[in-house]
């Protein structure tokens, strides 16, 4: 059972449109990521934070924004969505001291028509 | 050279076969290791974790780690055609990331 959580599921929109992706985690995590992933290709790590106000941008080069003000929420921001957007939006996080994996979200699929 | 390197496939084995995935990492300090599954338009579930050389088993799966070679393997026994999937291979290094590969895409034949 996810304690990760992702809306919408799937969002369909025109170009131009401002956007934000909900991302949010129940677990207490101190890490959170936003990875991006076309179908059948690899993960590329667009954003992550170490917690409460970090924000980094990751290996891949992206026009979203991220923020962090509480420690369950990494909402991911696009202020003019493309259809170079296009593509599926992946949240995960972990704990800052355990040596476990990611738990990831459902992912939002993007359309930008 | 990237820092976690696997075959793409698809990787073919019959229905009841042992299904072999290899996974190898350039970062000598990698501490962590990691298997994800990741079915068609899903998100990745983490199935294995394995942090000392040697074999780690749970049910039909076992993760083998050899940190001299570095590469870390999944062993799926008895495979399933529910086990046709992509399988990510992810390595944490000294910093607080992890390093995805860019999977092996597995099908089991009925």
């Known amino acids: 059972e996810a304690d990760i959580y992702q809306t919408p599921r799937y969002l369909v929109i025109g170009t131009g449109k401002k956007i934000t992706l909900e991302c949010s985690q129940t677990?207490?995590?101190?890490?959170m990521y936003w990875y991006q992933q076309d179908p059948g290709m690899e993960l590329h790590l667009i954003h992550y934070?170490?917690?409460?106000?970090?924000?980094e941008k990751g290996d891949l080069s992206s026009e979203s924004t991220v923020s962090r003000i509480r420690t369950e929420h990494f909402p991911l921001t696009l202020e003019s969505a493309r259809p170079s957007h296009t593509s599926q939006y992946l949240c995960a996080s972990r704990n800052m001291e355990a040596s476990d994996g990611y738990t990831f979200g459902s992912g939002t699929r993007l359309t930008v028509v | 050279q990237k820092e976690v390197e696997q075959n793409s496939g698809p990787l073919s084995v019959p229905e009841g076969a042992i299904a072999s995935l290899n996974c190898t990492y350039s970062d000598r300090g990698s501490q962590s290791f990691f298997w994800y599954r990741q079915y068609s338009g899903k998100s990745p579930e983490l199935i294995m974790s394995?942090?000392?050389?040697g074999d780690k088993e749970d049910g039909r799966f076992t993760a083998q780690l050899n940190k001299a070679s570095q590469y870390v393997s999944l062993l799926i026994r008895d495979s399933q055609p529910s086990d046709s999937a992509t399988y990510l291979c992810?390595?944490?290094?000294?910093?607080?990331?992890?390093?995805f590969g860019s999977g092996t895409r597995l099908l089991v034949r009925p």
């Open positions: 934070s170490y917690g409460v106000n970090s924000t």
């Open positions: 677990m207490g995590h101190d890490k």
């Open positions: 394995i942090y000392s050389n």
């Open positions: 992810a390595v944490k290094p000294s910093s607080y990331k992890l390093i």
